[in-house]
């Protein structure tokens, strides 16, 4: 019930002023005196108080000052009464913190209407004064959450080669995470792949797709996987990740060091510039696909291109932060001063003229926000080795080791085995550095195991362009009847030079001529699907098939040097 | 229709007060008669300074009872008084006793 304090040292005026706001259903309290009105005021927490001006003692002014004074967050209308009239009085009343008047001969309806008038006044300003607790507390809570994001992506996504001789970066000051993100790591052969991402959004929402995808590309990158897995893997997560309208714009690199090539793939962000030190020149990786978490997997096209690059040859990247920062009349930096800017920049402060041409851009405007740079320089392999690679934790780690692993009819009809084998035998470091060749041995062999071992598909159907769609429509139909087991036998063993990898893998089926196979693919008379054998061969020091045919043992010996 | 008292502010109290009619009277007729004799006292012991307060509070009461006659003098000598005005003040509380005996003495009658 709204409580109402009457304050009036006239008794006649307070027994009457405490009877009509009675009758108005408010719960009355009364003080004869501006002391007794401060002290009923401490005591009761009225929600309005009726105070009169003139009172002997402490008088209405300052009741009213001392209420105002001690109750900020809690408003407590006060209305004046007093038959005073006069501007000066009216206005010592607003000074004093009064909120209306009422004259005496009291008039029961004009009190009606203001107590009505002050009551919802006063539930307005308690609403107001919860909401605005709620909105002081869900700011410091977006606040730690962004701080919590930001400490927990910075664990994730800044434990890379970021710090190497190869990258040099600005990404903005992640006070609020901007959604750009820069990965960079070796895979297992020593190329240095590079992804440069660019959120929708910023905050919370760009973190939570940048967990994942941090975490794939560190994870796939370890174990060998390929540019094109990456992505794949990249936009399958982050299409699950995100909320509807939300992506992510990514430029993704690959540079090998030893072949001299760099791989990329750019899906929404602005061209990234190969600068070529020998000519000067310069080759733009634009984007040719649509940005990650858009298109569902049958659709998202993941075809990377390669262009050869030397040592001394430099890849600028930027988001679109960079490219639209605008000077004080608005125009934009744009992506031809960028080039420009790149081509006529001293090759070894690339990076450094793009800075400072930006920032001069920018004059004094403080939008620093979104403002990601980085240069990657090809180094010469041997820089690489010198620059240290990922060490090679040996100790603590599987050296000389066998297993033993059969797959039946169930596991595969739906299950790749291949990755996990993979994962197994980069758990050994020094196998680490020859991650691609492993994955293509285990490829080979198990591909030949399940479609002509257990399926018994018959591979010369794919010398043809027709044959090969038949040999797929079979094999799919086969994969769904399919009866039988493929077991791997893998052991790691180690000599004073390296080492010897031994893979033998066995199928159910009845075994087919590998002499005749031998003997065509010597003489180069099959297509297709003589490569998968010539591979073999190519790739391991031994390749024996054994009686009657369904079984392959390979031997592949690695040197502890190879890094 | 008196001149000393409102009729139409009494009807007004009635409806409001119901039960506490009459001590709403009679707390006025108690109250007033206290502040009337003040006042006389004060002109004579010279507190001239309290005048202006206590005038303006007999105003008030005598306003919401309806006690026109009164409220319109005790009006007159808060005015005056808060001008430093003190000529004509003796005799305005001259007729201030007049009209306070006239109206306690209707509003005695409806106790």
């Known amino acids: 019930m709204t409580r109402v304090l009457v304050a009036e040292d006239n008794a006649t005026d307070r027994l009457l002023l405490a009877r009509i706001v009675e009758r108005e259903g408010y719960d009355v309290i009364t003080a004869v005196d501006g002391h007794e009105a401060l002290s009923r005021f401490a005591e009761h927490s009225p929600d309005v108080i009726l105070l009169d001006a003139m009172m002997p003692g402490l008088d209405g002014f300052e009741v009213a000052r001392y209420v105002r004074a001690n109750s900020h967050a809690d408003y407590v209308p006060i209305v004046f009464l007093s038959s005073l009239t006069g501007n000066e009085w009216l206005h010592r009343c607003l000074d004093a913190g009064g909120d209306d008047f009422l004259s005496k001969p009291y008039n029961p309806i004009v009190l009606k209407a203001k107590l009505q008038a002050l009551t919802r006044l006063r539930e307005q300003q308690q609403q107001l004064a919860v909401q605005r607790l709620e909105l002081v507390r869900l700011q410091s809570h977006l606040l730690q959450e962004q701080m919590v994001a930001k400490s927990v992506f910075d664990n994730i996504a800044h434990t890379g080669k970021l710090k190497g001789p190869f990258v040099k970066h600005l990404l903005s000051p992640m006070s609020v995470f901007n959604g750009d993100v820069l990965l960079a790591a070796h895979d297992p052969s020593g190329d240095l792949l590079v992804l440069l991402g660019d959120f929708t959004g910023h905050g919370l929402t760009a973190a939570i797709g940048a967990l994942p995808l941090a975490d794939i590309f560190y994870g796939m990158t370890a174990k060998g996987f390929n540019v094109s897995d990456i992505l794949r893997e990249s936009n399958r997560k982050l299409r699950v990740v995100l909320p509807p309208g939300y992506f992510c714009c990514v430029t993704m690199l690959r540079l090998s060091l030893r072949k001299n090539t760099l791989e990329y793939w750019n899906g929404g962000l602005p061209a990234a510039i190969l600068v070529r030190h020998a000519r000067q020149s310069v080759y733009e990786i634009v984007s040719r696909h649509l940005p990650l978490g858009i298109l569902d997997d049958q659709n998202f096209v993941a075809t990377t291109s390669m262009v050869e690059v030397e040592p001394g040859d430099r890849i600028v990247l930027c988001t679109d932060g960079l490219v639209e920062v605008e000077d004080s009349a608005g125009t934009m930096f744009g992506h031809e001063q960028l080039v420009d800017v790149v081509r006529r920049a001293p090759l070894s402060m690339v990076f450094e003229t793009v800075l400072a041409k930006v920032q001069k851009h920018m004059a004094n405007q403080a939008r620093t926000d979104d403002l990601t740079l980085v240069e990657v320089t090809v180094l010469d392999a041997v820089d690489l080795d010198r620059s240290g690679g990922d060490s090679l934790g040996i100790s603590g780690s599987p050296q000389d080791w066998k297993l033993s692993y059969e797959l039946g009819a169930r596991s595969l009809r739906g299950f790749n085995p291949l990755p996990m084998l993979q994962h197994i035998l980069m758990e050994t470091p020094q196998l680490r550095s020859r991650a691609s060749e492993i994955y293509t041995i285990l490829a080979e062999t198990y591909s030949n195991a399940l479609e002509h071992g257990v399926m018994g598909l018959d591979s010369s159907l794919k010398d043809s362009a027709e044959g090969f769609a038949t040999y797929y429509a079979r094999r799919a139909k086969a994969l769904e009847g399919l009866a039988g087991f493929i077991r791997f036998e893998l052991s790691n063993e180690i000599d004073s030079s390296g080492g010897v990898l031994t893979l033998r893998v066995t199928d159910s089926g009845s075994g087919f001529d590998f002499r005749k196979a031998a003997r065509e693919s010597k003489n180069q008379q099959s297509g297709y699907h003589g490569r998968g054998m010539m591979l073999l061969h190519e790739l391991c020091d031994e390749v024996t098939y054994e009686e009657p045919g369904n079984s392959v043992l390979v031997r592949f010996k690695w040197s502890a040097d190879h890094v | ?111």
């Open chain 2, 1 to 111: 229709m008196s001149d000393h008292v409102d009729d139409e502010v009494l009807q007004g109290l009635r409806e409001i007060m119901e039960d506490g009619f009459t001590e709403l009277l009679e707390v006025f007729l108690r109250e007033s008669a206290a502040q009337h004799a003040q006042l006389q006292t004060l002109w004579r012991s010279g507190d001239r300074a309290t005048i202006v307060g206590l005038a303006h509070s007999l105003k008030g009461s005598c306003a919401n009872i309806g006690a026109k006659g009164c409220a319109g003098i005790a009006a007159e000598v808060e005015k005056l008084a808060h001008q430093g005005n003190w000529d004509e003040v003796p005799s305005l509380l001259q007729a201030l006793d007049l009209e306070m005996k006239v109206a306690h003495g209707e509003l005695s009658r409806l106790c």
